[in-house]
């Protein structure tokens, strides 16, 4: 099988079989599976330089008064841990696992536009290295809270001005990362892999893809007008002449819901790749999964409102958005049923894949059940801007999204790296993982609801047991991670040869290649019956 | 895979090229559908106007056309007093107070206040005045018979001038609301490019901890 790496040369687009060694190999990188690395290398370093924003501010709210930041810095770290958590470390992270996975899943031997696919990564480099200038600009980085709210946006220093072109390029990246994942999907499947036979992973994928296109450039045009209102004399949330600063709001959402199921739906995939595989039966309820996934999708696009239930809304339009919020709570049901019902009467193991899928499911369905407590629209106007909130979308981002990651890179780094990861530190990880993230987050639904409010440097005394608390699990989580960063160090570096097949009972064609994955796979695409 | 490479080869090669044709195909239509939304964001803002003026939302500084007449045949409630607190705020080159603070009214009563506004530049310079309520929903209770906000105002080079506000509140405003904060920000229209500046300095300040 490893006879694919050498054979003919003699195509007439024979960049794919270049082997450049050295920096070219990634600075020219057209090869599915090195760029898939380098976006999960370049997503982790930010998951680290995002963790040490949080850190900052968890260190700063320790105890109440001001100790070591000023409240000004502190907005700056609020709104940068925000923009690089989101657009630099779990967006790219599904990505890397997109370039990685989905060709080797489908049976094809690269990504539809490999060069467009190195384009695509390195923008965003460029990008995070905006954002961390944008920290040394007169009047620092942007303090306007990820979401980028008008008036504060039109208003902020050159810092925003970096961020808003940092979004920009991220933006851009997302749209290129997206038409090239669906064009593989669609154009470049196996011969006999319908659609109804793609793996799950796929299937996410290629919905996720299809919700970037369409909400990214409206991110794009909304920022655009940010900034034409502050250099070019536009008007559109500059309530000075004549605009209006709650149809930023509008405009951010439209695209801001999609994008909180952008991150959520990948995962979903992952879950539905890993269980089935731990608990050795086939996916329960492959199609209405696929509907369930799609359904999630649709209605994304018409639930921005409940984000903004407090900025004066006609009562009609809250019932209408409080429901239609609601409504999603239909579909996401069905999935952890499916999961549940995939593991009802499984042979499961719990290796760490499988630990990490089932806490995935548990942590997140707390966060789901918080999600719709929140679309309670008389109950969102007292919780909104609390830290219920912040703890309702760390459970669904961090408990969610970054969870399946994990999951999903434990299960397939075999594949990637040919050695198995030492599975007692991967144990490790995932109970410290798990039980820091419960000592941050659970306690944030008592600050909230006790009514202590987010984004600030500096709380009443009343609240300072819990933050304290709040505090030592965000260190306690933040430590943990360097166990992954040791697990998948030692995996890279050795370990156990793993087999083509790695798991007892897992399927799918990433698992009849080799283990490492060879530098050219599916040259010959392989039938699937 | 590798068993028979000649004839899978070529088979590929054709293959390929029909795939990289309809790839760049479906390239076109991606990049397409990612164009029009970009422009379809800048559409919603029209849209939003458009949806704004048929439902009557957030028409701030349209003339309340039925007020005078509203004030003429409503009853004054005597039987309860609602606070009216006046605020301004002056964004640019001007100062902007009113000539009282707060006022006890009567629902239904027709009440006049005035308000001060110099401007403080050498050059006749254009403002709009935006209203705010608090709390919101006192907005639809609060009807203006005559107001400086219904249109665009303009002063000479260090001009001084009153407005008067006229109003009165529905009785129908609800029980429970005993306060109504009427708050005034005024804005420069021509040479909006000052008045932004003005308000990045106003952030600037507040970000180095010397702003006020």
């Known amino acids: ?529 | 895979m590798s068993g028979k490479p000649a004839i899978q080869d070529d088979r590929a090669a054709a293959d390929g090229g029909t795939t990289r044709a309809s790839n760049l195909r479906m390239f076109g239509k991606l990049v397409v559908v990612a164009c029009a939304m970009f422009g379809f964001g800048f559409l919603l803002v029209p849209l939003y106007e458009k949806i704004c003026e048929v439902t009557g939302i957030n028409s701030l500084t349209k003339a309340d056309r039925g007020a005078a007449e509203f004030a003429r045949n409503t009853q004054v409630d005597r039987t309860r007093k609602v606070t009216i607190e006046f605020d301004a705020n002056g964004r640019g080159a001007w100062q902007f107070r009113p000539e009282v603070n707060a006022l006890e009214v009567h629902p239904g009563e027709l009440v006049t206040v005035v308000y001060d506004l110099v401007n403080t530049r050498a050059v006749p310079t254009t403002g709009q005045a935006i209203p705010s309520y608090a709390p919101q929903q006192s907005a639809a209770y609060f009807r203006k018979v005559e107001c400086f906000c219904f249109e665009q105002q303009e002063l000479r080079g260090n001009e001084t001038r009153r407005f008067p506000v006229v109003f009165v509140v529905d009785p129908k405003l609800p029980k429970d609301v005993g306060t109504i904060t009427l708050s005034y920000t005024f804005f420069e229209v021509a040479g909006k490019a000052a008045a932004t500046q003005a308000g990045a300095q106003q952030a600037r300040g507040a970000s180095t901890g010397q702003g006020g």
């Not at chain 1, 003919?8 to 794919?16: C, L, P």
């Not at chain 1, 409206?218 to 309530?239: P, W, Y």
């Not at chain 1, 999951?407 to 599975?423: L, N």
Request: proline share 5%; with cysteine.
């Open chain 1, 1 to 529: 099988m490893s006879a694919v790496l050498d054979h003919h040369g003699d195509h007439a687009h024979d960049h794919a079989h270049d082997h450049p060694s050295g920096w070219r190999r990634w600075l020219f990188a057209t090869n599915h599976k090195d760029i898939g690395t380098m976006y999960l290398w370049f997503s982790f370093t930010m998951l680290i330089v995002g963790g040490i924003n949080a850190l900052l501010l968890r260190t700063e709210l320790f105890q109440p008064g001001l100790q070591i930041l000023q409240p000004e810095f502190f907005n700056q770290l609020t709104t940068m841990h925000g923009l690089i958590m989101v657009f630099g470390a779990i967006m790219p992270a599904f990505v890397g696992f997109a370039n990685w996975q989905i060709p080797l899943m489908i049976g094809a031997s690269d990504m539809a536009f490999a060069r467009m696919n190195n384009f695509s990564f390195w923008l965003l480099p460029v990008a995070a290295a905006l954002l961390v200038v944008s920290y040394l600009v007169p009047g620092g980085a942007t303090a306007a809270g990820w979401t980028l709210y008008a008036p504060l946006s039109v208003q902020m220093g050159p810092g925003m001005d970096l961020a808003i072109f940092a979004v920009h390029i991220m933006g851009a990246s997302s749209i290129m990362g997206s038409i090239n994942i669906i064009t593989t999907i669609l154009n470049m499947r196996a011969p006999g892999m319908t659609m109804m036979k793609m793996p799950m992973f796929v299937w996410t994928w290629l919905i996720t893809a299809y919700l970037l296109i369409a909400v990214m450039p409206v991110l794009a045009g909304a920022i655009t007008m940010v900034l034409t209102d502050r250099h070019f004399g536009t008007s559109f949330f500059n309530a000075a002449g004549g605009g209006d600063p709650v149809m930023y709001q509008h405009i951010f959402w439209f695209f801001g819901h999609p994008e909180v199921y952008i991150m959520i739906l990948p995962a979903f995939g992952i879950a539905s790749e890993v269980i089935p595989t731990f608990a050795r039966k086939r996916l329960f309820g492959y199609s209405s999964m696929v509907y369930a996934t799609a359904s999630i999708a649709i209605l994304s696009f018409i639930v921005w409102a409940h984000h903004m239930f407090t900025t004066g809304m006609p009562v009609t339009g809250q019932l209408f958005f409080m429901y239609a919020t609601m409504l999603i709570a239909v579909p996401t049901g069905v999935k952890i049923f499916n999961w549940t019902a995939t593991m009802w009467r499984g042979s499961m193991t719990f290796e760490t894949p499988m630990l990490f899928a089932i806490g995935f499911i548990f942590v997140f369905t707390i966060g789901g059940f918080t999600g719709i407590v929140l679309a309670v629209a008389p109950l969102d106007i007292q919780l909104h801007d609390t830290y219920y909130v912040v703890a309702h979308f760390h459970y669904v981002l961090v408990a969610g999204s970054l969870f399946a990651l994990f999951a999903g890179t434990y299960y397939w780094i075999p594949k990637w790296t040919g050695h198995m990861y030492d599975e007692r530190l991967g144990k490790w990880h995932f109970w410290m993982s798990m039980i820091t993230f419960n000592i941050t987050f659970f306690p944030m639904h008592f600050l909230g609801l006790a009514g202590m409010p987010r984004r600030y440097a500096d709380y009443p005394m009343q609240f300072a047991d819990f933050n304290a608390v709040v505090t030592i699990g965000a260190f306690g989580f933040g430590l943990s991670q360097l166990i992954f960063l040791w697990a998948v160090v030692k995996c890279i570096r050795g370990g156990a040869k793993a087999t083509d097949k790695v798991w007892e009972s897992a399927h799918g064609l990433e698992w009849t290649v080799p283990s490492p994955a060879p530098f050219h796979t599916f040259e010959t695409p392989p039938v699937v019956k």
